[in-house]
């Protein structure tokens, strides 16, 4: 409980970021706040997907030990199923969870009220909006993750890949961490695709493997185009990496006998 | 849940309640659990006792009859009234209009629904409260100051009122003492000062509201006070708009000014001498000067909540705590001054006229 207040340890008067805001236009609002209440609803809903990913998909998180604990942070992992947010918050810390934002596509999770309320209430995720994207939003996500210390799960390829592979990385990643100290956590999530690819409305029992790699970090990127591709090229380089060494450890595992 | 008029046997939450009969005869438990009289049955939730008292329809009418003469107002004069304030004074209409039943029908429906509404109001007014000053991100300290909400609200719904007074007491000494025990040091009175204020204002003070619906005529005592803050409220606006004249508090409010303050005051005083003859016929406070005094009492108690919010919202530098209500902000917004004036009015009535003096204490607790 300590921790979660840290950045409040000397206390000024500050109100919420999302004050003047409508309700639902808080929900789809990048300055969204979680209070007491949301918090309650993010913690119910970390450890009920803690339970649901045990049992059905028999999550393994590989590289546990580079999973930040305090934000700001980044989680970047390849994208090929709609668990694939649920799956990469299970393993961080439950009292992170109201401090920790999937990015997710506006268009598919808050497009309807229903579908806000679940977006913003579970899973905390803030809108990405795929056709009206500007660098003014990413401008706003990376006030966010520095002013208000958060952690975004985030998918730089932009859309869920329809046969498993991975597709290249967007440069957004980039727009929100170079010239920062903010580390960025690869991740390479497998099993997803074959547990819930697009098309499919119901998960099937498929074991989930995470695997964290260490923390990067681009301080000394210049935030500037050349900078992004920089960031985007080394962290793609990174989940390959660990889609590489995934492979290599699923093909131990079918060999021996 | 069946009243006792219509005979029988009753049960209320899984507790066999007996054969009732009149009066307030505590009727014997079921093995060992409480019983609850028919008549604080009745008073919790059985609307159909709702206008026994004949001061409750006068007083709803009275409630109800600006919402019917406003539009008549607002259209015969919008040649003579500023366009803007028109349109501020056309919102808060539409505010009313959804308020003003709401109010009204949870008090006719029961004491039991005025404390769930006082315990939700309560809550959402901490959280607007909370969002402005940043407490909101200690969410330890909120959940102990939500926690002493719901138990005030609860003493008051158990009529126990020694557990509702050492509500307060314990609740801070709560609040105080398990903030420390989170070993922050830094920041510590600022977050305790806050935690304390709010429960203090939130908890204590609009609990008072959910104690006052204890009394055998809570709903003609309990709608004189909320009338007498709605119509402060308005007469305030429509006196301040129109004759303008010096400022109250120009560093917290800009907007208030002395005669509008002191004409709201004044229509309220009328209005509880008025009203109060009926209200409290055959007891000590029918006494038109006892009840000017009440009357008064919450006048200026609703003026101060009212510059009390204002400073908080000038000290946290937000225009508006909320958006729910369209013309008049959050909730906080609309009951600023009953958070100041409940404990008044409470305190006021039980010294002149006595305060559920014949209710059954401990309705559930009671063994």
């Known amino acids: 409980m300590g921790r979660d207040c840290a950045e409040m340890d000397d206390f000024d008067i500050r109100p919420a970021r999302d004050l003047g805001l409508y309700p639902w236009e808080r929900l789809s609002s990048v300055r969204r706040e979680s209070g007491p209440f949301l918090t309650v609803v993010h913690t119910a809903w970390a450890l009920a997907s803690r339970a649901y990913f045990s049992l059905w998909h028999r999550l393994r998180v590989v590289g546990q030990e580079y999973l930040p604990t305090e934000p700001p942070f980044v989680l970047c992992s390849n994208h090929s199923s709609h668990l694939d947010a649920l799956a990469l918050a299970v393993p961080l810390r439950v009292d992170l969870r109201a401090r920790v934002f999937a990015l997710a596509a506006g268009d598919v999770f808050f497009e309807s009220a229903f579908a806000t309320a679940f977006a913003a209430g579970f899973i905390n995720a803030l809108p990405v909006w795929r056709k009206k994207r500007t660098p003014k939003a990413l401008l706003q996500l990376r006030e966010k993750l520095l002013g208000n210390p958060c952690g975004f799960i985030l998918f730089p390829e932009g859309a869920r890949s329809r046969d498993g592979s991975m597709l290249p990385f967007k440069p957004g990643v980039g727009m929100l961490v170079a010239g920062t100290n903010v580390p960025v956590i690869p991740c390479h999530l497998s099993g997803s695709f074959a547990a819930m690819p697009a098309g499919v409305r119901l998960p099937r029992p498929a074991r989930i493997t995470i695997r964290v790699g260490p923390p990067v970090r681009f301080a000394n990127v210049h935030n500037d185009k050349s900078g992004w591709e920089q960031v985007v090229r080394t962290v793609e380089g990174r989940v390959r990496s660990l889609r590489e060494d995934q492979d290599r450890a699923l093909q131990r595992e079918h060999e021996q006998p | ?367």
């Open chain 2, 1 to 367: 849940m069946l009243p006792e008029r219509w005979g029988g046997r009753y049960h209320l939450a899984g507790w066999t309640l007996g054969e009732c009969t009149t009066g307030y005869r505590s009727l014997p438990s079921v093995s060992g659990t409480p019983a609850v009289t028919s008549d604080a049955r009745d008073r919790l939730i059985n609307p159909l006792v709702a206008f026994d008292n004949p001061a409750t329809p006068i007083l709803l009418a009275v409630a109800l009859a600006p919402l019917l003469i406003a539009p008549i107002v607002l259209r015969l004069g919008r040649r003579s009234i500023p366009p803007e304030t028109l349109k501020d004074a056309w919102l808060r209409y539409w505010g009313w209009v959804v308020l003003v039943p709401v109010m009204a029908a949870t008090v006719l429906l029961g004491a039991g629904w005025v404390m769930v509404g006082a315990a939700g109001v309560s809550i959402l007014c901490f959280r607007e409260y909370a969002r402005a000053t940043g407490l909101f991100r200690e969410k330890f300290i909120c959940y102990l100051v939500v926690l002493g909400v719901v138990i005030i609200h609860l003493a008051a719904l158990d009529n126990w009122y020694r557990l509702f007074v050492a509500s307060f007491p314990l609740g801070v000494a709560c609040i105080a003492g398990l903030s420390a025990a989170q070993d922050r040091p830094k920041g510590y009175i600022q977050r305790v000062a806050l935690a304390v204020v709010a429960f203090c204002l939130f908890g204590s003070g609009l609990g008072h509201i959910s104690f006052l619906a204890n009394d055998t005529d809570y709903r003609p005592r309990l709608a004189i006070v909320l009338i007498a803050v709605g119509f402060w409220d308005v007469t305030r606006y429509v006196i301040g708009k129109a004759i303008r004249g010096p400022r109250l508090a120009p560093m917290t409010n800009p907007d208030r000014t002395i005669y509008g303050s002191v004409g709201a005051g004044l229509v309220v005083i009328g209005f509880v001498v008025a009203a109060g003859g009926f209200v409290f016929a055959g007891t000590a406070l029918e006494d038109p000067a006892r009840l000017a005094v009440v009357g008064l009492l919450i006048a200026v108690a609703a003026q101060l909540g009212d510059l009390m919010l204002a400073a908080i919202k000038r000290d946290a530098g937000v225009e508006t705590l909320d958006l729910l209500i369209p013309g008049h902000g959050g909730l906080l917004d609309r009951f600023d001054s009953l958070i100041l004036v409940a404990p008044v009015a409470f305190h006021a009535i039980y010294f002149f006229a006595g305060q559920a003096v014949d209710a059954p204490a401990r309705v559930f607790t009671s063994g």
